[in-house]
Nanobody, 121 residues
Framework: QVPLVESGGGSVQAGGSLNLSCTKS????????MAWFRQPQGGEREVVAT???????TYADSVKGRFIISKDNPKNSLYLHMTSLKPEDTAAYYC???????????????WGQGTQVTVSS
């Protein structure tokens, strides 16, 4: 199965912003529960933000007020707008899709290959 494709990662100084995107040709995002996860080098993968088919969103406490998840159904695109970035936000960021519900990693059957975000102090 062709994975999702993330883009927009890069290196930024603390306090800066980045916008991540996730797309997949021929994949209709509308009915899916979508999410952004991240995994620091040597660390565990954790959920960052989720967005339901109806547009409801959730955020990890560590990013509330700084990150915004959104999607554009006609463009089959998922976004993560990240502001006030901190060194602890440094990680590989992954988008993921679930047909049935939001939840833990195992809930999501379709993944991207990740985009690296590095925040320097």
């Amino acid at each position: 199965q062709v994975p999702l494709v993330e883009s927009g990662g890069g290196s930024v100084q603390a306090g800066g912003s980045l916008n991540l995107s996730c797309t997949k040709s021929g994949f209709t995002f509308r009915p899916y529960f979508m999410a952004w996860f991240r995994q620091p080098q040597g660390g565990e993968r954790e959920v960052v933000a989720t967005i339901d088919p109806d547009g409801a969103t959730t955020y990890a406490d560590s990013v509330k007020g700084r990150f915004i998840i959104s999607k554009d159904n006609p463009k089959n695109s998922l976004y993560l707008h990240m502001t006030s970035l901190k060194p602890e936000d440094t990680a590989a960021y992954y988008c993921a899709a679930s047909q049935y519900r939001r939840g833990f990693q195992s809930t999501y059957a379709t993944w991207g290959q990740g985009t690296q975000v590095t925040v320097s102090s």
